[in-house]
C-alpha cells in the first residue's frame, strides 16, 4: 500500500493526493512550525487570560474527562499542580475499561488531590450501540476521518455527559486530554454555543437513538440543559497549545502511580475495545483509524515516522478482539 513519504496516511485515507515525489496533500497543507508555535502561544494566553477571569461561582473551576490514559492523566496533573484547579475528574466507563487502567484512575486522583466521579452507562445499551457500529457504517464517512464508528459513538457520549454535569453543576471549563494530533491548536479554546451544540449533538444522537430507543437520550443534552445557555462551558484542550513530549509525559504520571496496561493495543492506555474499533475500521475504511492522529504527530516533529509507521502496522490483539466479540454478543460481524 503506498503511503505518503513525510507522513504516515496510506492511500486509502479518504481524499488523500500525492505528488510526484510521494508527499501526500495534507504535508503540502501543514503550516510551518514558527507559525505553529505563534499560534501555541497565543492559544495558551487565551486560556490564562480566561482562567484568570474565571467565576468562583461553584464548588469547582473545571471538569476534566478523565479516561485514565497517558494523556489525560498528564492533562489531570497540569490542571492541579500548575494551575492550582478545583478539578472534577469524571470517567464515563463504557464497559471496556482496562483493569489497570481503572487502578490508575483512582491511583492518580488520590496522588493528585482531586475529587472524581465514575459514570456507568447501562451496558445493554451500549452493547446494541457497539454491536450495530460494527456491523454498519451509522456515522457520515467525513465524521471518522479521525476515529472508528465505534470510538466516535462512544466519545459523543462521554463528550455530552461531561457537558450535562458542567452546565448543571456551573463548571465554566470542560477539559479534555487529547493529543496534539487528535485535535488542533485552532480549536483548544472555545466557548460551547448552545446552538451549535444542540446541531452537533442531533448529529451522532439520532442514529444512536435509532439503534437503542429511547433509552440512549439521559446521555445527552435535555431541554433543561439548554435553557441555561449562560451556564454553557469553555472547552479547553491543554496539550494543544503546551509542549507535547511522550516521554516526558511518561516520566511524570510514573511518578504519580501510573502503570502502562499491558492487555490494551499500542495506541490506547485505557480502552479494551479498541483493537475490536480498529479491526473494524480497517476492514471496513482499508486504513487505521490512528493514521490521522499519528501522521499530524509526525507533521509536528513530535513522534518519529518509524514509530508511528510500527503502530499503525502492529496486528490487533485477536484474543481480546475475540473476547469484545463474545461480550457485544457478535460472533461473525457482517461488515459493509
Known amino acids: 500500500m ?8 496510506p492511500e486509502t485515507f479518504p481524499g488523500i493526493e500525492f505528488d510526484e515525489n510521494g508527499v501526500c496533500n495534507h504535508c503540502r497543507a ?56 478545583r478539578v472534577l475528574a469524571v470517567t464515563v466507563d463504557n464497559g471496556f475499561v482496562s483493569p489497570t487502567a481503572i487502578e490508575n484512575i483512582r491511583r492518580v486522583a488520590e496522588a ?16 446494541k450501540v457497539f454491536a450495530a457500529c460494527a456491523e454498519r457504517q451509522i456515522f457520515p464517512p467525513k465524521t471518522l476521518e479521525r476515529a472508528s464508528t465505534i470510538c466516535t459513538a462512544c466519545m459523543a457520549m462521554v463528550k455530552f455527559i461531561c457537558l450535562q454535569i458542567a452546565v448543571e453543576k456551573n463548571i465554566p471549563f470542560v477539559v479534555f486530554g487529547w493529543s496534539p494530533g487528535q485535535a ?37 443534552l435535555q431541554e433543561e440543559h439548554f435553557a441555561r445557555p449562560e451556564r454553557f462551558p469553555y472547552n479547553i484542550n491543554p496539550l494543544a497549545f503546551l509542549e507535547y513530549d511522550e516521554a516526558r509525559i511518561h516520566a511524570r504520571i510514573e511518578q504519580l502511580g501510573w502503570k502502562k496496561p499491558e492487555d490494551t493495543d499500542p495506541n490506547s492506555t485505557n480502552c479494551l475495545l479498541n483493537s475490536f474499533a480498529n479491526t473494524v475500521h480497517r476492514k471496513q475504511f482499508g486504513y487505521n483509524p490512528y493514521a490521522f492522529e499519528l501522521a499530524e504527530l509526525v507533521r509536528q516533529g513530535t513522534l518519529d ?15 481480546m478482539v475475540h473476547l469484545v466479540k463474545k461480550r457485544l454478543g457478535i460472533e461473525q460481524p457482517q461488515l459493509r
Open 305 to 319: 515516522r518509524h514509530d508511528a509507521l510500527a503502530r499503525l502496522s502492529e496486528p490487533e490483539d485477536g484474543e
Open 30 to 85: 501543514h503550516k510551518q512550525a514558527e507559525y505553529t508555535a505563534s499560534r501555541k502561544t497565543q492559544y495558551r494566553e487565551k486560556f490564562e487570560r480566561l482562567w484568570a477571569e474565571r467565576q468562583a461561582s461553584g464548588a469547582y473551576d473545571c471538569l476534566m474527562s478523565y479516561s485514565g490514559g497517558k494523556d489525560s492523566t498528564y492533562t489531570l496533573d497540569l490542571l492541579a499542580r500548575e494551575y492550582g484547579a
Open 112 to 127: 493528585v488531590g482531586v475529587a472524581h466521579l465514575f459514570v456507568k452507562p447501562r451496558f445493554d445499551v451500549l452493547k
Open 184 to 220: 488542533p491548536v485552532t480549536s483548544s479554546v472555545f466557548k460551547n454555543n448552545p446552538e451549535m451544540i444542540r446541531k452537533m449533538q442531533e448529529t451522532v444522537r439520532k442514529p444512536l437513538e435509532e439503534i437503542a430507543g429511547g433509552e440512549i437520550l439521559p446521555y445527552f
Open 2 to 9: 503506498r503511503v505518503c513519504t513525510k507522513c504516515v496516511l
